[in-house]
């Protein structure tokens, strides 16, 4: 569980009414006491993400999540945030307890979560005292059901069976970049002199990367642009691969021969958690902006600003010096991803390394429905820099 990072776990999010037993299944499903259980409806106010490693699952992040019915003030956005925990679920356990009167409420729930594709395992609580006929809901939901008593700790071993069962497949892909690499070659990854990170840490997506060369059994190598130079000539040969940084893209390209491979760590990013063709379609809409243009520059982090926020000026410098004006730029970070996309000419996107790909890929289908262009920082910069072309090749897009 602590080797895998949070954005690459499966997503696995309990909803359901009040007190309908959401946080009894979730410490009954783990074996561990961690959510507080009371008899009081409302307990959970909000959505609650915890790490774990549940017997013959795997790793994955359990979200427990506010009641579904709670319809006062307070309850309604309290239900949103739940509404939201979707964005991000790749598994869902949908509860009907049999306090209840009808399930009209876990229906339209049921329907919502079958539009975002998101597989639906019917989880029956409080079997010990109370009788729901299963039958009947089979008819109507076609999904699993599963029985259980927290009660009495009853039927969770048949639960984690059906959550390995009818976990999606492909929630995230196998690897970075294990296709485009094999055993004993060596990749060079380069990095900012200054790097914007914590002293004694990397970047979220250069640690990832790191370590999917190492379990592919790769040489890697770690230099700043400054000592790339001395590197190559201390080589044998010139490396397989180069990952560089978007900061340090015109020094790289200039110091490597034309035949060494080059992409980005947010190029690796964008194709391991969303959709690079997408992505690269949309950067070609950057050619096209008019002076007073909306554009939506959208960060998965939420954090203070550093630096200037060097990757987000930038952008916001050469998409208006394209543009041959001002353009009107907005900011989302985090969750605050607009639902209304309309207006937008175009939206740049982070690489997302913090997301997990649930979220990415559903803001690519939003931006999709609504026919707005949606392109990466990392893509971006390539197409600011005219090496596009390069930078895509060994993934065999065209750009």
Known sequence: MQTTPQSNKMHIAVFGRRNSGKSSLINGL???PFLVVNDK?????????????????????????????DDSDLGRFRVQKTREVMDLTDLSLLIFSGEADDYKLEKEWYHELVKRN???????????DHYVDVD????ELKIPFVKISSKKNINFGSLRHAIR?????EFERASI??????????????????????????????QQILRDLLDHHVMALSVTEVELPTLLMNLKGMPDLVITDSQVYDSVSEILPAN???????????????DLPTFVSGAETISSLQPGDKVLLSEACIHHPHNGEIDRELVKTKLQEIAGGKLEIRTSVGPDF???????KLIVHCGGCIFNRKQLMNRLASSGEQRVPITNYGIAFAYFKGILPRVLEIMHVNS
Do not use: C, H
């Open 30 to 32: 783990t074996g561990m």
């Open 41 to 69: 409806p409302g307990t959970t106010t909000e959505p609650v993400f915890q790490a774990f490693d549940i017997p013959i699952v795997g790793p994955v992040i359990i979200v427990d999540t506010a009641g579904i019915d």
């Open 136 to 139: 009947l809901l089979k008819t």
């Open 338 to 344: 607009p639902a209304d996309l309309s207006g937008y």
């Open 165 to 169: 069962d009818f976990a999606p497949a």
């Open 260 to 274: 060494v491979p080059l992409t980005t760590f947010a190029i690796l990013m964008a194709r391991f958690k969303g």
């Open 177 to 206: 970049l294990g296709d485009l690499v094999s055993p004993g070659e060596v990749v060079v990854m380069v990095m900012p002199e200054t790097i914007p990170a914590p002293k004694y840490r990397l970047v979220s997506s250069q």
């Open 118 to 128: 998101i597989p639906v395992i019917g989880v029956i609580t409080k079997v010990d």
